[in-house]
Each structure stands twice: as structure tokens, then as C-alpha cells.
């Protein structure tokens, strides 16, 4: 479930809870579960400072007064687990307005404390003000979804101005995020607009207001004691291993999904490779080598297109297992089988996201098992911190350029390596390549009656 969260700024200290009064929210959203109904939240809170370090960090009290659930269908729920939701949760923001720990109850269900860090962790952002008309930065903000690389938009408006916060990724989780606050001249965000597809497959659009400011009673110094202190991170139990036998049946109803749709962009063949991959990750290990063994332990036929995308598509699935079982699951059901160029392209594509590759030379395995792969008509790579180093002899490097990734209009280095590459596709054999004067190779003409000096 997405929870989204309205706030008030302060453009150089973070947001801006005035000290002595309680602000109180009101948050609605609605949630598009799996592609299947909606389901609107609606909740009701209350935030005030209660403290302030002499380093800027301010501590804030986060109140849930009410949780309520209703779905397409009219069925509704208040507080429909019936958490208890009256236990202290402070939070501590930094001057920059990003949160990085909160302060639980220790009787606090995890749940609940789930839910409170994905109200704060949506709130938490950092802000820099500009003078221009618009303006852009980066930041990697924690959140409850984890330390994510974010890019900021601000831009002014005859009200005062929005800032949209961007993100997506789609390696160890597939999440796009985008939020805009529109905030009024006193620098308070009045409404608060997202995006976030996290744990659901649909968008989410919330919007917030504030229902205004009551004075609140003072705290005395220790507002903390008596509670956990944690990071804003939300830390996923791990999940009780399936069996084939339990999820059989929902894993080739996906499978058959996926191949319902000839649109491989399609939104809904996406939804459904990314549920095959989610059931697939929840099997136990028997039953995953029982799966693989099934699903790759066969061949077809190069006119059984269906087949063959079937085939493609659970090696896919099981290379972003990324385990040394699923690996290994790999060499041996398909590259130790004659594979085929799409079958190699695929599993090369899955590894290079590996968290945890195990650590072998490939291109000396290639050439021991497949004597059609030698030094003459392939090349290694090495990617050390934008350093490559292509081998044989003393290898290809080019200039490392920092922050390439805030500056990708002046990058052009990748785009010569690409040039230089194609160049050399047609040479029949790579050693008689220099790959040091690789900038200045030029691809031998069909009048020529020699190679370059300059390629040798």
C-alpha cells in the first residue's frame, strides 16, 4: 500500500513545523492493487516539533489519529487491522529536510511502524532554493524504499513554486516515484501530488492538505526515552519459502499472460513478467531446480516461435534470481548446450546487474570449452571505474570522466569506444590490433593494400 504525505517547508532549514503548534493533515489516496480494484486510504495525523539540537537537527512527534479503507466495491474498514496507533514515533530531521532515523515504541507492531516510516520517508526531501525561473539538482534521499539517487525540479509560479522530485530504477527494486509539491510564497507546501509504484503495479495519485495549527503542550528535554531508535529504511522480512505444488498453477497462468501479449512494451505483459519473477524468487530450492529443470531441460525447434519465447523468457526470469544455483542453473542448461546467440545475449544482459557474481575469467572458459571462441575474433572487457581495459596486449583505456552521469552532453568517450568497435567488426583477426592507438584507428578502405600504421 502507498502512503504519501503533505508538509511544510522551509527553504534553507528543512521544513518548517512552528514550534508550539500541532499541524494537522489529512491524506487520501488511491491505490491501484496488482491492476485488479482500487482501493482508497484515507488518514489523519497530526506532526509537531517537540525539540532542536545545537547541530540543526529537529525532533518531530508524528500522531495518527484515524486509518480508513474503502474499496471499489464499497466495502469499508476503519482501522481495519485494528493497530493500535496511540504509541509515541518521533522522527529526526536534518537542516536539509531529509530524514534519516526515527524513534519507535518498542510494543509497536512492525506494521504499524512500517507505516509510519513510509509517512515521514515520503515527506523527506532535500530542498534547494534558486533565484532562476527553473532549476535542477541531484540527491540520493533516503526514504522507507532505501537510498535512492533522486533528480529535483524547481520551477516558480504565480503562487510561489513546485518542486517535483524524480526516481526510477529497475535493478534491485523496480520503483518509479515522482511527487510535486506546490508550495505558496511563505515557502508552506499547500498540496502534494504523486506518483509511486513500489509495491503495487499501478500509479497511485494522492493528494494532501493541511487542516491547519493548534497549540500544543511543551515536552520536556528527553523526548526519545523509552523508544527505539532506527533508520528510516524499511527492512523486508524475508519471505516463507513455496513449493511448485503450492504455486504451480499461478506460475504458467503468468507464463501464459506473458505470451498473451505481442507487445513486449505492453504495461500488462510488464505486470505479469514482473509477478512470474516475483512467484519464481518465492521458491524453495527444490522446487526452483524442479521448475529450471522443466522449463530448460528441453529444445525447439527454430520454427517453434512460441517455444522458443518461452524458453527465452525463463531464462530471463531465472537469471534475475541472481544465486550461484541460478547461475549455475544457467551453465548448465544452456551455455554448456550449444547455445545460441540470443540464449548467450540473454544471460550476458541478466549477469552484468549480479549483486554477487562469482569471480572467473569468462572469456578464458569460453575459449577452453568452445573452440570456435578465440583470441582472434573476441575481446574481454574489464569496466573499472569507467577505466576499460580490453585484452589482449596492453588493452584499451579510456579517459575516466567523473560525474559522468550529471553531465552526459559532454560524455562522448562511450560514443568513440562505440565507433571504434563497429570499426573493427570486420577484421578477421584481433591480434593484429594494437588496441593502445584505438582513438586514432580508421577502418582499413577496399583500395587499401595495408592496415594503418596507425592501427598497428
Known sequence: MLFLILLLLDPTEGFNYEAGYEH??????????????????????????????????????????????????????????????????????????????????????????????????????????????????????????????HKYEGEKTTNGYTLTRHHYSSQTVLRTHKKVMHVDHSDNIREVKAFDNITMNGDAPATQRTLGKVPSSEFGDSVSDGLVRDSIVVTKKPSKP????????????????????????????????????????????????????????????ISDIKCLEERYLMIDVISQMRSNVSQQILVDYVLERNASVEEVR?????????????????????WGKYKQWNASNTIMFDDIRRNFIMNPKTGLRIRAFREAHMNRHKDTELLKLSKYLKDISNVEDFTELNHKYWERYRPKRKHDKTESDDAV
Open 346 to 366: 540473454r544471460c550476458l544482459i541478466h549477469s552484468i546487474a549480479t549483486k554477487q557474481p562469482i569471480h572467473v575469467k569468462p572469456l578464458g572458459v569460453i
Open 242 to 301: 513455496t513449493t511448485l505444488k503450492e504455486t504451480g498453477e499461478i506460475i504458467k497462468d503468468l507464463i501464459t499472460c506473458v505470451q498473451r501479449h505481442e507487445n513486449k512494451y505492453a504495461q500488462n505483459r510488464t505486470n505479469c513478467v514482473r509477478n512470474l519473477t516475483w512467484e519464481v524468487g518465492k521458491l524453495d530450492q527444490e522446487s526452483f531446480l524442479q521448475l529450471s529443470h522443466s522449463a530448460l531441460n528441453k529444445s525447439c525447434d
Open 24 to 149: 494537522h493533515y489529512t491524506y487520501s489516496s488511491t491505490s491501484d492493487t496488482l491492476g485488479m480494484h482500487n482501493v482508497t486510504t484515507v488518514l489523519k495525523f497530526r506532526i509537531r516539533m517537540i525539540n532542536e539540537t545545537n547541530t540543526g537537527i529537529k525532533f518531530h512527534q508524528l500522531s495518527v489519529d484515524s486509518f480508513v479503507q474503502h474499496a471499489q466495491n464499497g466495502e469499508y474498514a476503519d482501522n481495519p487491522f485494528k493497530w493500535d496507533l496511540t504509541k509515541r514515533f518521533l522522527f529526526e530531521m536534518e537542516p536539509d529536510g531529509l530524514v534519516h532515523f526515527i524513534h519507535y515504541h518498542q510494543e509497536d507492531k512492525t506494521e504499524v511502524v512500517t507505516l509510519k516510516k513510509a509517512l515521514v520517508g515520503t515527506m523527506s526531501a532535500k530542498f534547494q532554493k534558486n533565484d532562476h525561473q527553473t532549476w535542477r539538482y541531484l540527491s540520493t534521499d533516503a526514504d522507507h524504499g532505501g537510498y535512492l539517487d
